[in-house]
């Protein structure tokens, strides 16, 4: 069973800088697509990166420049590290996991709130 265990959310002023950890347990991890979403208060859940097994990398265009999506396959965890970060960026931020042999997961989330 894929678990999937986010940390790092928190409280920080507009201009900040937050990094966000998913490990991941019972999982193949080094083939596995990882990625964040986030979802705020009314809206619906949207991507903001996702690196594949291979390292490639893809953005939502409003963090461009601004967030880094990483993965450590040794230590099975994907890294988000957020900067020059907005109140826009405010939401519940979904860490996630797929791969042709195991499925689609999701972690529990993370809030993470940028006050202006």
């Known amino acids: 069973q894929v678990q999937l265990v986010e940390s790092g959310g928190g409280l920080v002023q507009a201009g900040g800088s937050l990094r966000l950890s998913c490990a991941a347990s019972?999982?193949?991890?080094?083939?596995?697509?990882m990625g964040w979403y986030r979802q705020a208060p009314g809206k619906q859940r949207a991507l903001v990166a996702t690196i594949t097994s291979g390292g490639a990398t893809n953005y939502a265009d409003s963090v461009k420049g601004r967030f880094t999506i990483s993965r450590d396959n040794t230590k099975k965890t994907v890294y988000l590290q957020m900067g020059s970060l907005k109140p826009e960026d405010t939401a519940v931020y979904f860490c996630?996991?797929?791969?042709?042999?195991?499925?689609?997961?999701w972690g529990q989330g993370t809030q993470v709130t940028v006050s202006s």
């Open positions: 019972g999982t193949i991890f080094s083939i596995a697509t």
């Open positions: 996630y996991y797929a791969s042709l042999v195991e499925g689609t997961y």
